[in-house]
T-cell receptor, first 110, second 112 residues
């Protein structure tokens, strides 16, 4: 799995878009970018994943740069319930495990 | 459709004891992975089971062992508990391997 780098913490105002960056400069061609989040002491929750193209679902959008060396998770209208630790993971389709780093602690403020 | 469930929710053991944690996969999922999450850290991969066979293992000693049953539920067994085994233990299931993993709520193990 490629190493990922995320800022340790970020703040966002309620109702605004939260843009969480992730650097994965050593990502290889068969590695997907996955995003999970973990609300205090609960199990990680799957958010979204992608390979090359931008992806959107009911929770978030994932923007992957053309060279695939970085990506951004976008929560379009953050709410207080989006306060959590967000993990970006690069993993190939052949891997068994998700290698979690320290993640970004997002705090949504009223 | 039920999600991944784990039991028990919390557990307290003493050093040297043995513990068994249980996980029921999401309906239709044949692959189960176990993770250990120490306080303040991200989850660390322990091992994965696919169709009742171990299919990959992280950097954990042999006293961490597991089973997967024909109904794809799973157990994590830890022998000779140490204080450092205190952690949140997470189970994740996926439709097949490899695939998106969906996590359960975890079991909080405290070793005294």
């Amino acid at each position: 799995d490629a190493k990922t780098t995320q800022p340790p913490s970020m703040d966002c105002a309620e109702g605004r878009a939260a843009n969480l960056p992730c650097n994965h400069s050593t990502i290889s061609g068969n590695e997907y970018v996955y995003w999970y989040r973990q609300i205090h002491s609960q199990g990680p929750q799957y958010i979204i994943h992608g390979l090359k193209n931008n992806e959107t679902n009911e929770m978030a959008s994932l923007i992957i740069t053309e060279d695939r060396k970085s990506s951004t998770l976008i929560l379009p209208h953050a709410t207080l319930r989006d306060t959590a630790v967000y993990y970006c993971i690069a993993t190939s389709s052949n891997n068994n495990d998700m290698r979690f780093g320290a993640g970004t602690r997002l705090t949504v403020k009223p | 459709e039920t999600g991944v469930t784990q039991s028990p929710t919390h557990l307290i053991k003493t050093r040297g004891q043995q513990v068994t944690l249980r996980c029921s996969s999401q309906s239709g999922h044949n692959t189960v992975s176990w993770y250990q999450q120490a306080l303040g850290q991200g989850p660390q991969f322990i091992f994965q089971y696919y169709r009742e066979e171990e299919n990959g293992r992280g950097n954990f000693p042999p006293r961490f062992s597991g089973l997967q049953f024909p109904n794809y539920s799973s157990e994590l067994n830890v022998n000779a508990l140490e204080l450092d085994d205190s952690a949140l233990y997470l189970c994740a299931s996926s439709l097949t391997r490899p695939d998106t993993q969906y996590f359960g709520p975890g079991t909080r193990l405290t070793v005294l």
